[in-house]
């Protein structure tokens, strides 16, 4: 391979997915030799290995995550890096760990280039998206540099590279997603701002238990200098004495219940720290109160930042949320036309189908994930004329709404073109209402990822669209 033998010290980066190839770019930039393993071998992937080994970066395509993989270059193994997906305690890699190597997490490279810069880390099972993308706007809008990361948007250490290249231009702050993946690979990693916006059932696929789950996630909260917590969140409120004293918000606490809370918004809608009204709670443009959660959570992590309440009120003022998060897609006569591909649990559609208002249709499926449906189903029965679901899990979700004694309208369907136009016809009769596109399930039975899935809703919608 070029610029490489196996006499030299070599890092190895399993995956040519966006983590990855930051991973192997950061390491390359600091002279590092560099090894991409890559199981895939599609057309796709060839031209995407050409580019990179163009940066003398080398790549194997055909690669699995198997031991045998190793063998070659096991003497002069420095590293192997892992992208979040990859389980933690996969079995080749606690063979390599017998063997005395490093294995490291993309995560963990970022925090060493960057930990001179103070991090926000924001977890959660839900909402942590929208509290990342808005903590960052709300900043940025201020003229305080922040970049965003990790979980979304770019790779941590994609932004660790360009702090390398360019460190006259070193961001003052970093908000970055942290997904219980991320932190079970990286429990080093020590925010000074630490945000954990709810918690409910999900990944335990990976995780094995709830307790399990709970422990990652209240590590990087433990690690932070200064805490954040949603009351709102029934476990999280339920175990406060579990978790290490910080800062708690809620939208629902009553002035007379200010003693349980930091953060609060009045009988009045007036955002209110500690007894002080800073603003009211109607410049935020996004519905549902899971947004008023989110509102919360970052007025008290910009207000630990140092930023006035007339500063966070005029950068509230025009966020206009995030992409295939409960994102208005335009109408159809008086129907709202909402995609939230990014409700990969049952949970997060929940919130979404409590935000909607009028008829509903529900279009949902995919790959069902282990959870609890119970508030799902509960209100699938409460707002929901329809529900018209799609994909691998489509059968299996039409006996569980059947099983709940929903009384509306229930169709099922292989792919989600049949369920766009079904869930079209009806409404056909509708002077006002609600296509919401919330799937509940992981994209992974026939999408790359949800944003994949997301941007597939909205084109088979484009051409109903007036």
């Known amino acids: 391979m070029k610029n490489l033998n196996h006499n030299h010290s070599i890092n190895i980066v399993i995956g040519l997915g966006v983590s990855g190839i930051a991973a192997a770019r950061f390491l390359k930039s600091k002279g590092q030799n560099v090894l991409v393993f890559e199981k895939a071998q599609q057309s796709s992937y060839k031209e995407l290995a050409k580019k990179i080994k163009e940066e003398g970066i080398n790549v194997q395509l055909g690669t699995p995550l198997e031991f045998s993989s190793f063998e070659p270059w096991l003497k002069n193994i420095s590293s192997v890096i892992l992208s979040p997906g990859i389980a933690w305690d996969h079995p080749t890699l606690n063979q390599l760990r017998e063997r005395g190597i490093l294995v490291e997490a993309e995560i963990s490279l970022a925090w060493k280039g960057l930990r001179n810069i103070p991090w926000i880390g924001i977890t959660g099972t839900n909402g942590k998206t929208t509290v990342t993308h808005m903590l960052n706007h709300v900043l940025n809008e201020n003229l305080i540099y922040s970049e965003i990361g990790g979980n979304i948007g770019k790779a941590a250490t994609e932004i660790a590279l360009k702090v390398l290249e360019s460190p006259k231009r070193k961001p003052k702050w970093l908000a970055i997603e942290l997904s219980s993946y991320q932190i079970e690979s990286a429990p080093e990693i020590s925010p000074h701002i ?77 955002v209110t720290q500690q007894g002080k009204e800073l603003f009211d709670s109607s410049v935020l443009k996004l519905k549902g109160d899971h947004n008023l959660q989110n509102l919360l959570l970052v007025t008290a992590a ?23 998060r409960f994102e208005h897609f335009g109408q ?33 499926g995919g790959q069902i994930k282990q959870g609890n449906s119970q508030s799902w189903l509960k209100n699938i029965n409460e707002k929901a004329y329809g529900v018209v679901l799609f994909g691998e899990g489509h059968e299996n979700l039409k006996l569980l709404i059947n099983k709940s004694g929903f009384k509306g309208y229930l169709r099922s369907y ?53």
């Open 194 to 270: 630490g945000i954990w916006t709810t918690f409910t059932p999900d990944h335990l696929e990976r995780h094995g238990s709830m307790k399990n789950y709970f422990k990652i996630k209240r590590k990087l909260i433990e690690n932070s200098s200064i805490r954040i917590y949603n009351a709102d969140d029934v476990f999280l409120n339920n175990n406060r004495t579990k978790l290490p004293i910080g800062l708690w918000v809620s939208s629902k606490a009553a002035d007379s219940d200010s003693h349980l809370c930091d953060f609060w918004i009045s009988a009045e809608g007036i």
């Open 302 to 324: 910009a207000r630990a930042v140092g930023l006035s309440s007339k500063q966070i009120k005029d950068a509230i003022g025009n966020f206009q949320g995030i992409p295939h």
């Open 332 to 364: 159809l006569r008086n129907i709202e036309i909402i995609n939230d591909s990014k409700a990969t649990n049952f949970d997060s559609s929940a919130i979404a189908l409590a935000a909607t208002n009028g008829k509903t249709i529900l279009i949902a």
């Open 414 to 466: 292989s792919n989600l073109s049949e369920a766009v136009n079904e869930s079209i016809k009806l409404t056909n009769d509708w002077e006002t209402g609600t296509i919401l596109f919330s799937p509940g399930c992981a994209s992974f039975d026939q999408y790359k990822n949800f944003e994949a899935r997301g941007n597939h809703f909205k084109n088979l919608i484009k051409k109903f669209l007036i």
